[in-house]
Antibody, heavy 118, light 105 residues
Framework: QVQLAESGGGVVQPGTSLRLSCAAS????????MYWVRQAPGRGLEWVAV????????FYIESEKGRFSISRDDAKNTLYLQMNSLRPEDTAIYYC???????????WGQGTLVTVST | IQMTQSPSSLSASVGDRVTITCRAS??????LAWHQQRPGQAPRLLIY???TLQSGVPSRFSGSGSGTDFTLTISSLQPEDVAIYYC????????FGQGTKVEVK
């Protein structure tokens, strides 16, 4: 069955960096676009970054361009999100999700919590 | 493109028919999905292509609409439907609506 397992979250200080990982299994990872979607405490869903199935196309929410970087390693079936210069407002659960090319998100991971605080 | 849901919350009785609307600021054809997020859980896909039910989703859920106006309907509300429901545009932009919280009276 499809599984998406995020890791790498934790409590960090403002200005530091963090790399999130998402280990995928149960499907052909290289055939799917992959997303990072975040949810701040008590707030709604916000897509952060998307990478195409072939990895050549990457898109970011406007507010995070230059700070966040999405990548994938198809040999390891793993998605990454490198987050730099973290701010308190980056505090959120970060979900990994998959989507078929030109299709909707059809599976979500359970999320990893990132807390940016002094 | 902005996605606007209404209402932001609603409370209904078990067995009631519930309708949630989602409006896009531009024509998005039928590139519209609905996701359900139960308390403390990750979201899950309910409907895609505006009206196609994802495998395993109960048939009391249905979606309709195209262009700018979309609707999610729960034909007979069940206790396990307590959740926040999000619409999402996909294919050339991935904006979520702000969510609609559904509670049972």
């Amino acid at each position: 069955q499809v599984q998406l397992a995020e890791s790498g979250g934790g409590v960090v200080q403002p200005g530091t960096s963090l790399r999130l990982s998402c280990a995928a299994s149960g499907f052909i990872f290289s055939s799917y676009a992959m997303y990072w979607v975040r949810q701040a405490p008590g707030r709604g869903l916000e897509w952060v970054a998307v990478i195409s199935f072939h990895g050549r196309d990457k898109f970011y929410i406007e507010s995070e361009k230059g700070r966040f970087s999405i990548s994938r390693d198809d040999a390891k079936n793993t998605l990454y999100l490198q987050m730099n210069s973290l701010r308190p407002e980056d505090t959120a659960i970060y979900y990994c999700a998959r989507a078929p090319p030109s299709g909707p998100i059809d599976y979500w991971g359970q999320g990893t919590l990132v807390t940016v605080s002094t | 493109i902005q996605m606007t849901q209404s209402p932001s919350s609603l409370s209904a009785s078990v067995g009631d028919r519930v309708t949630i609307t989602c409006r896009a600021s531009q024509d998005i054809s039928n590139d519209l999905a609905w996701h359900q997020q139960r308390p403390g859980q990750a979201p899950r896909l309910l409907i895609y292509g505006a009206s196609t039910l994802q495998s395993g989703v109960p048939s009391r859920f249905s979606g309709s609409g195209s262009g700018t106006d979309f609707t999610l309907t729960i034909s007979s509300l069940q206790p396990e439907d307590v959740a926040i429901y999000y619409c999402q545009k996909y294919h050339g932009g991935w904006t979520f609506g702000q969510g609609t919280k559904v509670e049972v009276k």
